[in-house]
């Protein structure tokens, strides 16, 4: 049979994957390099994608933020060109004047974006090591070793990170003029942070996300549970379900009145002091955000005029531009009498879905911080195809469980469509002028459709591997 590993151990696979794994992953980065120095001229062609680049993530709207704030001495929100956070303007904003061979361009910060990608991509590793551990863990502790022999296990993190970096997506919103990298590398982070339970790490990750793009705040729910129960594991119910028959075979066969319970199979409890530290540096961290940008744009109206022109643009959904999401054209039809009605409706959507899932799905929190992402991919205001690369990255760590969706290839076939359509029908309506905007909207809405496909199909089948192994369960037992 060849050599035996240890599959409780998802460290000890073999040298020959390990080093395949750092081929692709170097790979992934030398070919993210060469795009970047051979072909600048045509990537800054893509920093006027609406898929790639929205208001908030275009890097030649913080390019001019920054100089109406230097060279200007103005606001640099003025005007409607920058609606992000004034940090990013002190630490992306000085790249973006400076200049490589005589050429002055975005590649110092395209080289950034690329270093942030190959550092969320190892964190996606490591958080699908420690998935997979405990995942291997849970089942043996179940009397399931059966299915550590009979089913091939696949080293989750490993695919994880690669689609991640292998993903054109990624690849194209990493090479295309637009801050999404770090906003997805500061997820990953609070995520890896949070599974780990290095709880400084998860509060600042969280904290960044949130304070960049504002969507990342409903992951708050997922990190706390994470924190609380520990990674994803088979529901509680499951280990007294087991308890329990073990209990009872072992009273019958050896007729005792009195059985002491097998404690080990005892999922663990909530634990609040983690939960308690998290709140406790998210505040702090909060608070030193905030006076880094109450610092920054003192002379420019303070605290006030930024998040008036930051969250709340996002939440007034005051650019109509076209993008990759459903909102753009509605409120551009849509009257303004029945406006902000339509518009609380519309982010009261988010929140009427987190607490069900929460409930649902709280034995599984990195899985439920997977459909957050997904959901907010959908719905938020200004979407880009770079919240479809972090939602797949993140699906990829758990290719075990989700082995049994039954439309996956509608799914991957959808993703290549839309986004083969999208563009084609961007320039039939833009620059052709032989069609209109529901060409192009008639996109959007299919991506919708296949967001929505992806979050019920995954949790469906999910929900279903939990069955599964409740089956298992009772005829192992």
Not at 25 to 52: D, G, K, T
Not at 210 to 224: N, Q
């Amino acid at each position: 049979m060849g050599e035996v590993e240890d599959t409780t151990n998802p460290s000890s696979i073999s040298k020959k994957k390990v080093k395949r794994f750092w081929e692709w992953a170097i790979a992934a980065i030398i070919f993210r390099l060469i795009l970047i120095f051979f072909f600048p001229h045509n990537l800054s062609q893509l920093a006027s994608r609406p898929e790639l680049s929205t208001p908030l993530t275009s890097l030649r709207r913080l390019a001019e933020g920054y100089w109406l704030k230097n060279q200007a001495l103005i606001s640099p929100y003025a005007g409607s060109m920058y609606h992000g956070s004034p940090l990013l303007l002190s630490v992306l904003g000085p790249l973006t004047v400076r200049k490589i061979d005589g050429q002055s361009s975005h590649i110092l910060c395209s080289l950034l974006f690329v270093i942030a990608d190959f550092i969320a991509a190892l964190l996606l590793r490591a958080t699908g090591q420690k998935l997979q551990s405990v995942y291997l863990r849970s089942l043996k502790s179940l009397g399931l070793d059966k299915i550590l022999e009979v089913s091939e296990i696949y080293a989750s993190g490993d695919i994880s990170a690669l689609f991640y970096l292998w993903n054109p997506l990624t690849i194209l919103t990493c090479v295309g003029s637009s801050t999404s990298p770090l906003e997805n590398f500061l997820v990953v982070l609070s995520i890896y942070g949070a599974c780990t339970r290095l709880i400084p790490l998860a509060a600042v990750g969280w904290v960044l996300a949130t304070h960049v793009s504002l969507y990342p705040a409903v992951l708050v729910i997922p990190v706390i549970l994470l924190l609380g129960y520990g990674p994803d594991a088979p529901p509680k119910k499951l280990f007294l379900q087991k308890n329990s028959r073990e209990t009872a075979k072992s009273s019958s066969d050896s007729s005792l009145q009195h059985v002491k319970p097998n404690t080990d199979l005892a999922s663990p409890s909530f634990l609040w002091r983690p939960v308690i530290l998290f709140l406790l540096w998210a505040s702090a961290w909060s608070i030193y955000i905030m006076v880094l940008c109450g610092i920054s744009v003192r002379q420019y109206g303070g605290l006030q005029e930024m998040l008036k022109r930051t969250y709340g643009f996002i939440l007034r959904v005051e650019d109509l531009s076209p993008n990759i999401g459903v909102l753009w054209y509605f409120f551009a039809e849509v009257f303004d009498f029945f406006r902000n009605f339509f518009l609380l409706v519309i982010h009261i959507n988010i929140l009427f879905m987190i607490l069900p899932l929460a409930i649902r799905l709280k034995h599984r929190p990195c899985f439920l911080a997977f459909v957050y992402v997904a959901i907010c991919s959908m719905l938020k205001t200004y979407p880009s195809v770079a919240d479809s690369a972090l939602c797949l990255g993140l699906l990829g760590l758990f290719i075990n469980e989700l082995a049994d969706m039954h439309f996956s290839f509608v799914l991957f076939c959808g993703y290549v469509g839309v986004n083969l359509l999208s563009p084609v029908m961007h320039n039939l309506w833009i620059w052709r002028g032989t069609g209109n905007a529901n060409f192009y909207y008639a996109t959007a809405i299919a991506y919708a459709a296949l967001q929505i496909i992806l979050v019920v199909d995954s949790t469906s089948a999910m929900l279903n591997h939990d069955r599964w192994l409740r089956k298992l369960i009772t005829t192992v037992t």
